[in-house]
């Protein structure tokens, strides 16, 4: 794949898979998210500003390993960080679950279970009741094979995933492209600079002065949002002779992000630095390994990628796996909220949640409103989207 046709490739990757469920739509299609939430303004409550992940839907969350290997469940995508609603978080992970239980052909009434122990998860985290203990009785089977899997797997599993091969190159085909010539250029210079070196060198916990060598260099089709983006994969070598150990990391151009940021709020104007510091907050173990960098004039992120990181993928739900991933997930969330609110703050975002329930729904108001909305707007953009890509196809054909 040549870089003069990337752009073509990459747009028919990205219609193909949100064509695929009207789940993979929903994962797909954030800032039809936020334009909803914009229409919405004044139905929704204003919880305290914090770091929020801005995308959090199903895919965006699951085993991240620290930089000593030691794994959680955390936010795994923080493209869309600010500092906003909490409320925005919460709606998007519903919409996820709710949209990942009709796919299932589940009842409507799970829909409604779901939103309940939605909220029940998310307030048990505000209130300081999500600690380890409570994490492993919440924590589903689905969610508990893939930690053990994740806690067992070393750099031969992430090589044979990633690079689809146990050496330490990046074979060019389906998803590794070739470079540009100034694309390549510039990943050299990249790693060339002193301060990033060393960081680079401080992941695998070694000296700042300790060699970084780039071994090979692609880019790389990942995701629906590499469109229009620079994005990479880089092998590097880090250390000097049977002392030195692969490094594969992703760079990802950072972009502005859609989701709405609090009106006060003060963050980096830096987009690269903004996504470092919401990783930080949100995601501990994927915070520390992340880098804020500049290539062809564009603020990238940095990645060290570990064998330990896995994606939560949900094919098909039954009613009790709904209900216990609902609620452990949203547990996972409160976590990564809470953790910014001191004691009276998070007390008072809580009170907020219980005064809007009904006596028929112990969930509130606004959550099932704005899941409903949203999986109608959805569920037609979905069918929309499909109808443009099969006469697409007959127009190719």
Same mark, same amino acid.
């Given at each position: !794949?040549?870089?003069?046709?990337? *752009?073509? %490739?990459?747009?028919?990757?990205?219609n193909?898979?949100?064509?695929?469920?009207?789940?993979?739509y929903?994962r797909?299609?954030?800032?039809? @998210?936020?334009?909803?939430?914009?229409?919405?303004?004044?139905n929704?409550?204003?919880?305290?500003?914090?770091?929020?992940c801005?995308?959090?839907?199903?895919?965006?969350?699951?085993?991240?390993?620290?930089?000593?290997?030691?794994?959680?469940?955390?936010?795994?995508?923080?493209?869309?960080?600010?500092?906003g609603? =909490?409320?925005?978080?919460?709606?998007?992970?519903?919409?996820?679950?709710?949209?990942?239980?009709?796919?299932?052909?589940?009842?409507?009434?799970?829909?409604?279970?779901i939103?309940?122990?939605?909220t029940?998860?998310?307030?048990?985290?505000l209130?300081?009741? @999500?600690?380890?203990?409570?994490?492993?009785?919440?924590?589903?089977?689905?969610?508990?094979?893939?930690?053990?899997?994740?806690?067992?797997? /070393?750099?031969?599993?992430?090589?044979?995933?990633?690079?689809e091969?146990?050496?330490?190159?990046?074979?060019?085909?389906k998803? @590794?492209?070739?470079? *540009?010539?100034?694309?390549?250029?510039?990943?050299?210079?990249? @790693?060339?600079?002193?301060?990033?070196?060393? !960081?680079?060198?401080?992941l695998?916990?070694?000296?700042?002065?300790?060699?970084v060598?780039?071994?090979?260099?692609?880019?790389?089709?990942?995701?629906?949002?590499?469109?229009?983006?620079?994005?990479?994969?880089? !092998?590097?070598?880090?250390?000097?002779?049977?002392?030195?150990?692969?490094?594969?990391?992703d760079?990802?151009?950072?972009?502005?992000?859609?989701?709405?940021?609090?009106?006060?709020?003060?963050?980096?104007?830096?987009?690269?630095?903004?996504?470092?510091?919401?990783?930080?907050?949100?995601s =501990?173990?994927?915070?520390?390994?992340?880098i804020?960098?500049?290539?062809?004039?564009?603020?990238?992120?940095? %990645?060290e990628?570990? =064998?330990?990181?896995?994606?939560?993928?949900?094919?098909?739900?039954?009613?009790p796996?709904?209900?216990?991933?609902?609620?452990?997930?949203?547990?996972v969330?409160?976590k990564?909220?809470?953790?910014?609110m001191?004691?009276?703050?998070?007390q008072?975002?809580?009170?907020?949640?219980?005064?809007?329930?009904?006596?028929?729904?112990?969930?509130?108001?606004?959550?099932?409103?704005?899941?409903?909305?949203?999986?109608?707007?959805?569920e %037609?953009?979905?069918?929309?989207?499909? /109808?443009?890509? *099969?006469?697409?196809?007959?127009?190719?054909?």
């Amino acid at each position: !794949m040549q870089p003069e046709d990337r *752009a073509i %490739r990459l747009r028919e990757v990205r219609n193909l898979k949100m064509a695929q469920s009207p789940h993979a739509y929903v994962r797909g299609s954030t800032a039809r @998210f936020y334009e909803w939430l914009e229409s919405a303004q004044g139905n929704v409550p204003s919880g305290p500003a914090v770091w929020i992940c801005g995308d959090c839907h199903l895919g965006n969350l699951g085993p991240l390993a620290n930089r000593k290997g030691r794994v959680a469940v955390q936010i795994r995508d923080l493209d869309q960080t600010v500092i906003g609603n =909490p409320a925005h978080d919460l709606i998007r992970l519903g919409l996820s679950l709710a949209s990942a239980a009709r796919g299932s052909d589940l009842p409507g009434v799970v829909t409604a279970r779901i939103l309940e122990h939605l909220t029940a998860g998310y307030e048990s985290a505000l209130a300081g009741d @999500f600690d380890a203990a409570a994490e492993e009785d919440l924590r589903p089977k689905s969610v508990g094979a893939l930690l053990d899997r994740s806690v067992k797997r /070393r750099w031969r599993h992430l090589a044979a995933e990633r690079l689809e091969s146990i050496e330490p190159v990046l074979r060019l085909g389906k998803k @590794f492209w070739a470079l *540009a010539a100034e694309e390549r250029a510039a990943l050299e210079a990249l @790693f060339e600079e002193t301060e990033l070196h060393a !960081m680079i060198a401080g992941l695998q916990s070694r000296a700042a002065d300790e060699p970084v060598e780039v071994v090979d260099a692609a880019y790389w089709l990942k995701g629906c949002s590499s469109l229009g983006r620079l994005r990479y994969a880089v !092998m590097l070598r880090v250390g000097s002779g049977k002392r030195a150990s692969p490094c594969l990391v992703d760079i990802k151009e950072a972009v502005k992000a859609a989701a709405p940021r609090s009106p006060d709020a003060i963050m980096p104007a830096n987009n690269a630095a903004r996504v470092v510091a919401g990783a930080k907050a949100l995601s =501990p173990n994927l915070g520390q390994r992340m880098i804020a960098g500049r290539m062809l004039d564009r603020p990238v992120v940095l %990645r060290e990628l570990m =064998p330990q990181d896995l994606k939560l993928e949900v094919e098909r739900l039954t009613h009790p796996q709904a209900i216990e991933l609902a609620e452990y997930l949203a547990s996972v969330l409160g976590k990564a909220h809470g953790r910014q609110m001191d004691r009276e703050t998070r007390q008072a975002w809580r009170r907020d949640l219980a005064r809007a329930r009904t006596a028929r729904l112990d969930a509130p108001s606004w959550l099932w409103s704005s899941v409903i909305d949203l999986l109608g707007i959805h569920e %037609r953009a979905y069918l929309e989207h499909c /109808r443009a890509y *099969a006469l697409g196809l007959e127009k190719a054909a």
